[in-house]
Nanobody
């Protein structure tokens, strides 16, 4: 079993910052890509930021220059530092990881339960 647990969400005023964290645990052989997705009310889930096992990153245009994704391969964690937050960033943020477990040949997607981020104006 692989479990992803997010933390760090909350309420912040526009222009403020939050840091989201996600910790993966379980029968982990290797973690490939890790990512943060978000889903705003009435919208579909979208990719906010992604980071590969060797540290390559990419961001949605809407967050580029404001958000920074990072990971610690020793601790199996991924963080999302969100600066200059806007009301449009209000969403449930989900941690995602492609994980190869010790008993499987291929990597599969795992998801956290989500954490709410609310930005007030």
């Amino acid at each position: 079993q692989v479990r992803l647990v997010e933390s760090g969400g909350g309420l912040v005023q526009a222009g403020g910052s939050l840091r989201l964290s996600c910790a993966a645990s379980g029968s982990i052989f290797r973690i490939n890509t890790m990512a943060w997705y978000r889903r705003a009310a009435g919208n579909e889930r979208e990719l906010a930021a992604r980071i590969t096992s060797d540290g390559s990153t990419n961001y949605a245009d809407s967050v580029k220059g404001r958000f920074t994704i990072s990971r610690d391969n020793n601790k199996n964690t991924v963080d999302l530092l969100m600066n200059s937050l806007k009301p449009e960033d209000k969403a449930v943020y989900y941690c995602n990881a492609e994980v190869r477990t010790t008993n499987m040949r291929y990597a599969y997607d795992y998801w956290g339960q989500g954490t709410q981020v609310t930005v007030s104006s």
